[in-house]
């Protein structure tokens, strides 16, 4: 027997007009989907950040902290070739994997001297080239 509620047939029967549906929506009420997901990513990255700076939300390194600066740092380097497996939003993977270790806090700034320091960029084989739109990647 069928286990599945009526909602979920008429889904599995109808799914070109639900998607056409949810497209058609999501156009017509763009602004207010798009505010919403922005929200969602925002919430989503102030859990990440409370758990990986363990509730003082600032740079583990000067102790900056303005949320709009942080960021989530690979500890041992290697962001990129990470990132570039994960399929989701990053902040969604770590929260879905229960916070994964080897990940810290830090602004912008001092995660940019961090890679310049221990040379981190381009770990993953792709180097920008500069081009008429300007720096692209290979």
Not at 12 to 30: A, I, L, M, P, Q
Not at 32 to 43: G, W
Not at 91 to 117: D, R, W
Request: proline share 2%; glycine share 8%.
């Amino acid at each position: 027997m069928d286990n599945k509620t009526p909602q979920q047939r008429y889904n599995e029967t109808h799914r070109r007009e639900r998607s056409e549906y949810g497209k058609k929506y999501h156009w017509d009420n763009r602004e207010r989907c798009n505010q919403y997901a922005r929200e969602y990513r925002q919430k989503q990255k102030a859990i990440v950040i409370e758990h990986y700076s363990n509730g003082t939300n600032q740079c583990k390194h000067c102790g900056f902290k303005d949320a709009r600066t942080l960021q989530i740092d690979h500890i041992e380097g290697g962001g990129e070739i990470h990132r570039s497996k994960i399929t989701q939003y990053f902040y969604t993977y770590l929260i879905k994997n229960e916070f994964p270790s080897g990940l810290q806090v830090l602004c912008a700034n001092c995660q940019q001297i961090k890679m310049h320091n221990n040379n981190e960029r381009y770990k993953c084989g792709r180097k920008p080239k500069y081009g008429k739109e300007g720096f692209v990647f290979e």
